[in-house]
């Protein structure tokens, strides 16, 4: 049984940081995977923030390019979300994914792609 389960979200002033971390158990990394951070505000579809592949690819939504940092540790099977300049418009529910395939780059930010999710992480930008 597959669970990833978040933490780290909270409040925070605009132009502030903030780590989110993703934790996985059941779940091997077997160099096909794909990670993915997703984020859905009230009202709003689930939109794909960043993901990481076990080929060592990036890719971020346009909304946080330049601004956001995926990255993972295979040996602790955890995911991160460093989230720099944050604006009061990033704030929103964040979920981490898991996929057993690497795929290719117009599904990486589809949530449909991922066959295992968290539960989230609050995240709220204040101005």
């Known amino acids: 049984q597959v669970q990833l389960v978040e933490s780290g979200g909270g409040s925070v002033q605009a132009g502030g940081s903030l780590r989110v971390s993703c934790t996985a158990s059941?779940?091997?990394?077997?160099?096909?995977?794909?990670l993915a951070w997703f984020r859905q505000a009230p009202g709003k579809e689930r939109e794909g923030v960043a993901a990481?592949?076990?080929?060592?690819?990036?890719t971020y939504g346009e909304a946080v390019k330049g601004r956001f940092t995926v990255s993972h540790d295979s040996a602790k099977k955890s995911l991160y979300l460093q989230m720099d300049k944050l604006k009061p418009e990033d704030t929103a529910m964040y979920y981490c994914?898991?996929?057993?395939?690497?795929?290719?780059?117009?599904?990486?930010?589809?949530?449909?792609?991922?066959?295992?999710w968290g539960h989230g992480t609050q995240v709220t930008v204040f101005s």
């Open positions: 990481v592949d076990a080929i060592h690819r990036t």
């Open positions: 994914a898991a996929s057993s395939w690497i795929l290719p780059g117009a599904r990486v930010l589809l949530p449909s792609a991922f066959s295992y």
């Open positions: 059941g779940f091997t990394y077997n160099n096909t995977y794909s």
